[in-house]
């Protein structure tokens, strides 16, 4: 059975559909799309219990996994462990499409929760933050 996508906006204006959620894959992983516009960027972060693997579907991202940066393109994937450092932009002209899968489970909860229902509405910093604390990021300072 087809999961129903849910849609929320992330900072930046990013667009991210949540495709699987945790309780469909038994816990295993859930999946987003989400679309970054140019410029978008994403600083230094990790994830502490959580492995995430990027596949760009359009567009051209730099992610840097570890302090080693990589430029991505259409039909290029990379795999971040759980517990390493990782930053992404798109440094695109355009629009990105990427599918992200975060193992095990769980990390929809983050977007559902800090996701906005629209583009226009905002998300408080503190708020955001306090959301991506409580499901396992850490920023670097």
């Known amino acids: 059975m087809a999961s129903e996508r849910r849609v929320v906006w992330m ?3 990013t667009r991210t559909e949540i495709q699987l959620t945790s309780a469909e894959t038994a816990g295993a992983f859930c999946m987003l799309v989400d679309e970054p516009p140019p410029g978008w960027a994403l600083p230094t972060h990790l994830h502490r219990d959580h492995a995430e693997t990027i596949h760009v579907v359009r567009g051209e991202f730099e992610v840097d996994v570890d302090g080693a ?3 991505l ?3 290029q994937t990379v795999h971040v462990p759980a517990g390493v ?3 992404s932009r798109n440094v695109g002209d355009a629009p990105g499409r990427r599918v992200l899968v975060f ?3 769980g990390m929809e909860g983050f977007f559902l929760e ?3 229902s629209s583009p226009e509405e905002a998300v408080a910093a503190d708020e955001l933050l306090a959301a991506a604390t409580r499901h396992g990021w850490e920023f670097d300072s």
Do not use: I, Q
């Open 11 to 13: 900072p930046g204006r």
């Open 69 to 71: 940066t990589s430029r």
């Open 114 to 116: 800090a996701g906005a």
């Open 73 to 75: 393109h259409a039909g």
């Open 85 to 87: 450092r990782h930053a």
């Open 103 to 105: 193992s095990p489970g």
